[in-house]
């Protein structure tokens, strides 16, 4: 075959990851190379001041003169024509553009070879003879005989949505450029045909992906003419394709196995399909989940080993709280991972609370996927709003808001002039209206957070499919916003905020949408009878009378201080105070006389010892104590 592929896609890569391109050569273009044209200028003697060599090729006309004094371009030397005349007039002929361009020239005893670069019968010297100068063409080129319009036949065959069948979704040539070269780049063809896995919002168990990740391969073979004449096809391995992209700074450069490899260390545990740190704070009715890729071959029997680590640091594992599901190889899953989804506030004993969980899969065979780590947020946050989308990898992911957001509603219709008869009513109208309907509209406020947690919210704005989650219900949903302010140079804190609408429209409405129960009066209003209302009662989960400090008593405190308490009260027991010392003891700026050191218990002759003392030191001036005597 005349075709071979130079480059190829991953065997597994994202649609639009950048790297699904093939390149193929072709070598079978010509069929015959062709003849280059060999012609000669014979010289058969002496070559006198006015002779005139004429070339003629390619339909054009070329005199070159002989002179003795050579000035111009298109002149030579006159000679005797001898082999040493000629190899001094080559230069002449070789080096003039008009036909080093299409020639090549050397020398040949009594004459000049003219040698075309190309083939093809337009580069043949027309014969002539003119005096002694023979122009000759002794090999006539000859045209090569090529395919017009050669190219590649391609046919792309992608695996069909839960079969193992595969359907052609592109076919047809690739026409082969100047260096018999071309390339096709599957990343739109197949972009297109796969599609994004929900999975089972209201049902709580794992699911396979068979839309977002397929199999496809090619088919190709050397195509002709106009019609296109096709050889014989060959069918190329089967790649794997899954729903996803790279931004621009990645995209080519990264591969998809790369991306899910955690690293070196423990190659084994693959990532989940989800941006972001692995550990997440959550709330128990925040829906999460994680998408796997079976790369490294089938996961047979597969689930999630779930371990929570509640308020007293102890810690139960469950391994059946999802069904088991076997992932074939290169295949994709989602599993729901979120407290109330798990059913782990039901796993929680008695009197305990639940601080922390981690999710892992695994099966028989050991733990395919690295520990994701869940802590549970039970801060009172109003105005909580559940957004699921599908990220950058393809696979479902959600965020959450607390800020404070506001409705609106879209009212869309159509007016139409009637016929108004003779005598009609006045209540009938000019115009009538048709296609009525109403489109929520919702501004969403994020609420303070992190920065890292907020830049999660630039793959929800870049999604193509989003929902609002609500108890049993998923509304889609789209962004009508189309600037958000991030922040400003110096913000030490962070919120976004932003405007989304219902991808439906209601032309009517239904008794469900609307609160059964008795309407209250409005403020002010006089009725018949009594009417009793009786103001909402709210209970907190936290008691905020609560001092902090009392948090964290325990019964050993307690214990401790009745103890204490029982020993009475210290200062009845005749302990030494500071009352009481300060009679006993000088305090440290006190300046002691004589008085209070003599007839003191211990302290007699202290005197005398100090008057010895500053004799033997012959310090006769230093007088420790001084006595004050009369005269």
Known sequence: MGVTILEQPDQFALTKGGRTSYVFSGNARTLLVGTKAVSSVGFGGPVADGDIVHLFWKGRSLQLIARDTPTE???????????????????????????????IVHDAGFQLIFTARQPGPTYNLAPRTQGTIVVANPTAGVDPVKRERYSVYVQVYCQKIGSSDFKRIW??????DDQDQTRIDLSGTL????EADLPYWNAVQPKLCTASAR?????????????????RLTQHTTKY?????????LKGKVQLIDLIRPSADAPEQDRALRLGPSTRYVRVDEPQYLSFLALRGEITFSFLEVTMTFDDDSTRTRIDLLPGLSIPAYAKAVFPT???????????????LLKEYTVQLKNAFG???????????????????YLAYVNSFGAIDTVKTHGKGSLELDVFHDQAEQYLPANYELSDGQFVEYNTAVQQRLEVATGWQNEPVLRLFHDFYRSRQRWHLLPNRQFPIGLLSKSIKQKKDGDTTFAHKFEIVYLFQDEFLHQGELTDGDVL??????????VSVQPAETVFARDNTVPEVARTLTPGDVNNWNQAFGWGNHSLAGYLTQQTASTLFATKGHAHSFNDLTHKPGLDGIAALGAETGRKLGMAGLIIFKRKTNG
């Not at 199999?215 to 050889?231: D, F, H, K, T």
């Not at 733990?367 to 709003?385: F, G, H």
């Not at 009066?521 to 009594?530: E, K």
């Open 241 to 249: 394709a899954y729903w996803g992209g790279l931004p621009y700074e």
């Open 367 to 385: 733990y395919w996927s690295k520990k994701y780590r869940y802590i549970v947020d039970y801060r009172q946050q109003p105005y909580v709003r």
């Open 521 to 530: 009066p409005p403020p002010g209003t006089q009725v018949a009878g009594n």
């Open 73 to 103: 371009p298109h002149e030579f030397p006159t000679g005797n024509g001898d082999p040493t005349y000629i190899t001094g007039i080559l230069p002449y002929f070789r080096d003039y553009y008009p036909i080093e361009e299409d020639f």
């Open 338 to 352: 979120g407290v109330d989804e798990l059913g782990l506030r039901l796993n929680t004993p008695q009197g305990r």
């Open 171 to 176: 076919d047809g040539p690739l026409e082969f």
């Open 191 to 194: 972009h297109s045909e796969l």
């Open 215 to 231: 199999a496809y391969y090619i088919r190709y073979g050397e195509a002709w003419g106009e019609p296109a004449n096709i050889g």
